[in-house]
């Protein structure tokens, strides 16, 4: 009604926003009756809030509204795609509003999940360091990223329409007036070959390598890797290299070294570490120790205050630190610790 009592309710209100037994429990009562007493409850329970907003805007305008809320219903969020609109008695004059009201919480994920996609989908596109084109059924061009571009040096807007071949200056492409896929080497052109394979059967073709005579490069024939396999396979070289250097260090040299969580998990040690601590290997250490640091200091409460030294600190953190051995005996070790950093820079 005009003053916000429930003066009709179907029962899906009840069980789903009011939180009572009936529709005859919902008569005469607010939203902010069912709301105040889930809270009292301990839930956080929050609607009605816009509705009363859009219930004086509905009386104002003497207009229906459509609109959607967020609401909390005992510690769930739900969004609803409500109506509401004027209810007048047989006189004309009116006596509050009527309104409907629907679920569409995982539409809205769904939605929300959809647009997550499409953006990550299209910075891959045009961030991708290998040349990328969207073809339609004809083989000709929808959109082409950043590489693709560069290699046909063409812009977004020349580029759409054209089929592969003209797109990136195949000179092949002018073998023939109907252009790319009709000259006398087409037939054999591998690249023309998996598009339309892909097209016809759905399949994908991965690391296919394709020599393409361009027009915009001065030699007679070019090979152009849209992915530079041999970089890769010396990146992957080098790192394999770099990582065995890093073990041998690692396990090799004099100092006791670790990497460990900032909440005082030992994630590895090496042999000078574990024998530092009367430990025959890193293993025994880890096993003993149930992978927590803590066990290691002489006084365990000492070890908050120098991770939030390490935590506040953009560079290498040194101190030096009482330590507890297997035996129980101590010793003082000079503790040098820097941050490993994750994603955004969030230390690890």
Known sequence: ???GRYILANQAICDKLLMCSSPDAAMGKTDGFFAGRERAAGYRHAFGAKWADTDAAVRKSNAALRYVEEVWVRDRAIVLDVHQAPFFN???EMIGTVGCARDVTREKEIETALRKSQSELAAVFENAPVAIVLVDAQTRVCRANRVAL?????CQEEIIGLTGGEALGCRNAQDDPRGCGYGPNCET?????????TLHTGQAHHEVEAALPLGNLKSEMA??????ITQRKKAQEALKESEERYRRMFEDTV???FQGTVDGELLTVNPAFARMFG????????SSLGSSALELYANPADRPAKIQLVLASENPTETEIHYRQKDGSTFWGQFRVWKVRGEKGRPL
Do not use: F
Not at 150 to 154: C, D, K, L, N, Q
Not at 223 to 228: A, F, K
Not at 279 to 286: I, S
């Open 223 to 228: 090979v152009v890797c849209l992915q530079d």
């Open 90 to 92: 047989e006189k004309g």
């Open 1 to 3: 009604d005009l003053n």
């Open 279 to 286: 430990y025959d290997t890193p293993e025994d250490l880890l």
């Open 150 to 154: 560069a290699i046909s040096g063409r």
């Open 189 to 197: 052109c591998s690249v023309r070959a998996i598009v339309e394979d």
């Open 255 to 257: 100092l006791g070294l």
